[in-house]
């Protein structure tokens, strides 16, 4: 009953690295989404996506950018990682034209040191 | 600009008691959604609300939306305390291209004592 998968659940990486962060959905989603989750600042969209190759900022982009090659997949990069973006980054897919339940992945909860 | 306020933020309550968790958001908001969350976990859908009026019941928890007042809330019935864990509501704001994500309140942490 797998529906949205995150390709780590945890990841430790150095200042200055490059990251990559991969989410997979099979429900045939238009609408994807990547958000952070800090401890008293809730969860806050980065990007999102509404179709493949489409890509839209949201209330938190610097430092991100995203990648959206097929339907399915919905990748999230820290070109250069830093220490404040140490948190739980959270995938999501919502289905285009009912906007109904948006389903979360597991997460991948990253540590830059 | 969407903004979603929960409150109470924090909450401790016995079980077998009732309480009600409330969710005030700033502009039209087409949907409303509930989620839980446990500690170290992902978030999990427990209601989404499609239209003013609408009322939503899973065994012990209750949501209702009223999008005149622009308020939700999430009551909760003889709390056990399995239910312990971390709500979240959120509204949804729609775009010419689709979904534009999820704006979500602060979240209430419940805490529910023998």
């Known amino acids: 009953d797998v529906k949205v998968t995150q390709s780590s659940r945890y990841l430790v990486k150095r200042t200055g690295e490059k990251v990559f962060l991969e989410c997979v959905q099979d429900?045939?989603?238009?609408?994807m989404f990547w958000y952070r989750q800090d401890p008293g600042l809730g969860l806050r969209l980065i990007y999102f996506?509404?179709?493949?190759?489409?890509?839209e900022k949201g209330d938190i982009p610097e430092g991100y950018s995203v990648s959206r090659e097929k339907k399915e997949r919905f990748s999230l990069i820290l070109e250069s990682a830093s220490t404040n973006q140490t948190s739980m980054y959270l995938c999501?897919?919502?289905?285009?034209?009912?906007?109904?339940?948006?389903?979360f992945g597991p997460g991948t909860r990253l540590t830059v040191l | 600009e969407l903004k979603v306020e929960q409150n109470p933020l924090f909450l401790s309550m016995q079980e077998g008691k009732n309480y009600t968790i409330y969710c005030n958001y700033s502009?039209?908001?087409?949907?409303l959604y509930w989620y839980r969350q446990d500690p170290g976990k992902s978030l999990e859908s427990l209601f989404v609300?499609?239209?003013?009026?609408a009322v939503k019941q899973e065994g012990r928890l209750m949501a209702s939306l009223d999008t005149k007042a622009r308020l939700s809330t999430l009551h909760i019935t003889a709390a056990v305390h399995d239910l312990s864990a971390t709500y979240f509501c959120?509204?949804?704001?729609?775009?010419?291209?689709?979904?534009?994500?999820?704006?979500f309140g602060k979240g209430t942490h419940l805490i529910i004592q023998p």
């Open positions: 996506s509404y179709d493949v190759k489409m890509k």
């Open positions: 609300l499609l239209s003013n009026g």
């Open positions: 502009t039209t908001s087409d949907r």
């Open positions: 999501a897919s919502i289905a285009g034209g009912t906007y109904n339940e948006q389903f």
């Open positions: 959120a509204g949804i704001e729609y775009s010419g291209g689709g979904a534009d994500g999820l704006t």
């Open positions: 429900m045939d989603h238009e609408n």
